[in-house]
Nanobody
Framework: QVQLVESGGGLVQAGGSLRLSCAAS????????MGWFRQAPGKAREFVSRIDSSGLTTYYADSVKGRFTASRDVAKNTVYLQMNSLKPEDTGVYYC???????????????????WGQGTQVTVSS
């Protein structure tokens, strides 16, 4: 059973940066694409980013493109989300998730992911 644990969230002023980590135990992430999602209070969980298994291809929501960067460290079995130029609208709980090997829906859809972390809170003050 794979377990994902996010860390690195916190309170930051607008324009600041945070680096989220997602560490896995109970299984390797090396063969799987990984996604990042976020959920603001009262809103649905939304896609933020995805990194493929090789780490060479990444996808981003338009709202974070150019500010967020996903990466992964195979040796550490960990994926990262570097978040720069943070805005108050980036506030929410951030989740990492492991993609299913055989996708049946868009990678932006939460149904495409089978294991989720517990989330880490990111709060950006104005």
């Amino acid at each position: 059973q794979v377990q994902l644990v996010e860390s690195g969230g916190g309170l930051v002023q607008a324009g600041g940066s945070l680096r989220l980590s997602c560490a896995a135990s109970g299984g390797t992430l090396s063969n799987y694409a990984m996604g990042w999602f976020r959920q603001a209070p009262g809103k649905a969980r939304e896609f933020v980013s995805r990194i493929d298994s090789s780490g060479l291809t990444t996808y981003y929501a338009d709202s974070v493109k150019g500010r967020f960067t996903a990466s992964r460290d195979v040796a550490k079995n960990t994926v990262y989300l570097q978040m720069n130029s943070l805005k108050p609208e980036d506030t929410g709980v951030y989740y990492c998730a492991r993609s299913r090997l055989y996708a049946t829906t868009s990678y932006r859809n939460t149904a495409n992911y089978d294991y989720w972390g517990q989330g880490t809170q990111v709060t950006v003050s104005s």
